[in-house]
């Protein structure tokens, strides 16, 4: 979520390392508002996730960036049997 102390439209980007992966535009109240964006992470292993905020007179810029490290496993494969697939 975005907390915003201000309500108005907004640019939310999603980088992983140093390129944006994703975007997206929303309409923020004062508070907090849920922005989701599906990403889908090019490698295995530890990545550096920063998403910025980017809003139309923003009087405080510094506080619109935020970095983490998430650790991205192997997707998991499911094989599913049906009745009709065992016949």
Do not use: C, W, Y
Request: aromatic content about 2%.
């Amino acid at each position: 979520s975005v907390g915003s102390q201000r309500a108005g439209n907004a640019l939310v980007e999603l980088r992983i390392g140093d390129k944006t992966v994703a975007s997206h535009a929303a309409a923020l109240s004062i508070g907090e508002t849920a922005v989701p964006i599906d990403v889908t992470f090019p490698d295995v292993g530890a990545q550096r996730v920063e998403a910025i905020v980017t809003m139309n007179g923003d009087p405080l810029v510094t506080n619109n960036r935020l970095a983490r490290e998430a650790l991205v496993a192997e997707r998991t494969r499911t094989l599913i049997l049906t009745p009709d697939a065992l016949a």
